[in-house]
């Protein structure tokens, strides 16, 4: 059992829906963070979470520390929101390393 | 927000040839440096840490001998893929960290290499 799992693998959706991805992980972390992968392959820090909820524009990082769990909302989707999501989580006994999901393919038609 | 930069952006080797890949930090000092691989359709695999100063810590199965890395400032780590051959072909990411616990990670762009 992979030590970050994600729901869904792929995604599609219709412009302006409201779509949810989520992350659940079975160990004790220090922190969450959710990336962003576009298809030329950069990546972009969007949140990282310890506890609560974060938000930035239309996306809101949640996290649930006793249930081990975490989501990451975006409202009015966009296709340029179209990409792949990773969630990654820094164990407690790894410091600053990551570990990370498979990824969420997001595809957000006009 | 911090930046951190790869260069080359994207590089075509030959066989048996060498390759350098440079991760720098832009505006803060990274005592912390990553570098992961990630193969089509796959997340990112952790290769190395790396500390400025010390010696790369490897994952297991990172041949430290081919994947050599340097960290000589708190702004510059690289990355050299010695003797590349085509199953080194891969995505190239770096990340940078100011600190060891609860700091957020800065990735870089990501290097694509392709070896024939």
């Known amino acids: 059992k992979n030590e970050v799992e994600q729901s869904p693998q792929n995604l599609t959706a219709q412009e302006g829906e409201f779509i949810t991805i989520n992350c659940s992980y079975s160990?004790?972390?220090?922190?969450l963070h959710w990336l962003q992968q576009h298809p030329g392959g950069g990546i972009v820090s969007l949140f990282m979470?310890?506890?609560g909820k974060k938000k930035h524009g239309r996306l809101i990082a949640t996290i649930n520390i006793q249930e081990k769990h975490s989501s990451l909302h975006i409202t009015a989707s966009h296709p340029r929101d179209s990409a792949v999501y990773i969630c990654?989580?820094?164990?407690?006994?790894?410091?600053?390393?990551?570990?990370f999901g498979e990824g969420t393919q997001l595809t957000v038609n006009p | 927000g911090a930046v951190v930069s790869q260069h080359p952006s994207r590089v075509i080797c030959k066989s048996g040839t060498s390759v350098k890949i440079e991760c720098r930090s832009l505006?803060?000092?990274?005592?912390?440096m990553f570098w992961y691989r990630q193969f089509p359709k796959q997340s990112l695999m952790l290769m190395a840490t790396?500390?400025?100063?010390?010696?790369?810590?490897?994952e297991q199965g990172v041949e430290k001998d081919k994947f050599l890395i340097n960290h000589a400032s708190l702004t510059l780590s690289t990355l050299t893929v010695t003797s590349a051959h085509p199953e080194d072909s891969s995505f190239y990411i770096c990340?940078?960290?100011?600190?060891?616990?609860?700091?957020?990670?800065?990735f870089g762009p990501g290097t694509r290499l392709t070896v024939l």
């Open positions: 160990v004790g972390i220090s922190a």
């Open positions: 790396s500390n400025e100063g010390s010696k790369a810590t490897y």
């Open positions: 979470l310890s506890s």
């Open positions: 990340s940078a960290t100011q600190g060891a616990f609860l700091n957020e990670q800065f």
């Open positions: 505006d803060f000092q990274a005592t912390t």
């Open positions: 990654a989580v820094g164990l407690i006994a790894s410091g600053s390393r990551l570990t």
